[in-house]
C-alpha cells in the first residue's frame, strides 16, 4: 500500500513537506515568492521558502511566481500516481519536486516569468482518458476552458520525462510530444522543470 495520500489537503500540507524536508541545501534561501498548487473546489497551497524552511499556507497570496492548477479528476492519476511512480525508481528528492524550483530563483528570474501572460495545459493521455495540469505564472486566472497552449503526450512519455528517461527534444521530433498554441508559454517556462 501506498504511503501517499489521496486527499489534496494531506498531500499538500503533509506529504510534500515532509518529502522537501529530506533534501539539503536550502539552509540560506529565501523565495522571491510563491508556488501555488491549486485543485478547483477543494483547495490552494501556497509554498514558499523562509531562511530554508519551507512554509505551507491555504489561498493564492499576491506573489505567486507560478500556479499549478490539477483538476480533481486528474489529481489521483497525475499527482498521486507520479508520486508513486518517482518514490518506488527512487529519484533524487531534487527530481521529485521540479516545480519547487521556482523557490530557489533570483528576484529578477521570478519576475520575469510573472510577466509571461497565458497559460498552458499539460496534456497526458492515457487510452480514451485525458489528463490534463495547467500552469499559469503569477497570480493570474488559469484559462482552464482554453489555454493558449498545450503539450500533450501520452502516458508513458510523460512518465518517462517524469524520471528522466526521456528527452523532450526527442519526443517532440519523434511526434510523440505536440504543442498546440502559444509555444512561447512553456518555452518561457522551461526552466522551471530543466
Not at 499576491?62 to 518506488?88: K, L, N, Y
Not at 498552458?120 to 489528463?131: K, N, Y
Amino acid at each position: 500500500m501506498s504511503d501517499v495520500p489521496s486527499s489534496p489537503e494531506l498531500f499538500f500540507t503533509q506529504f510534500v513537506p515532509a518529502r522537501f524536508a529530506a533534501l539539503g541545501g536550502f539552509e540560506a534561501v529565501t523565495s522571491p515568492g510563491c508556488v501555488v498548487f491549486a485543485v478547483p473546489t477543494v483547495g490552494s497551497w501556497a509554498f514558499r521558502l523562509q531562511s530554508g524552511q519551507l512554509h505551507v499556507a491555504s489561498g493564492l497570496p499576491a506573489d505567486v511566481v507560478v500556479r499549478m492548477t490539477i483538476p480533481e479528476t486528474s489529481f489521483q492519476p497525475i499527482v498521486v500516481s507520479g508520486a508513486e511512480r518517482v518514490t518506488a525508481l527512487a529519484l533524487p528528492l531534487e527530481r521529485q519536486l521540479l516545480a519547487f524550483r521556482a523557490l530557489t530563483l533570483d528576484a529578477e528570474r521570478a519576475q520575469g516569468i510573472r510577466s509571461i501572460s497565458g497559460s498552458v495545459a499539460f496534456a497526458v493521455v492515457d487510452g480514451s482518458t485525458t489528463h490534463r495540469v495547467y500552469v499559469t505564472p503569477g497570480a493570474a486566472e488559469p484559462n482552464l476552458a482554453q489555454p493558449e497552449c498545450e503539450v500533450s503526450c501520452d502516458a508513458a512519455s510523460f512518465w518517462g520525462l517524469q524520471s528522466g528517461s526521456n528527452n523532450p527534444i526527442e519526443l517532440l521530433m519523434s511526434g510523440k510530444l505536440r504543442i498546440a498554441g502559444d509555444a512561447q508559454i512553456p518555452m518561457a517556462l522551461s526552466a522551471l522543470f530543466v
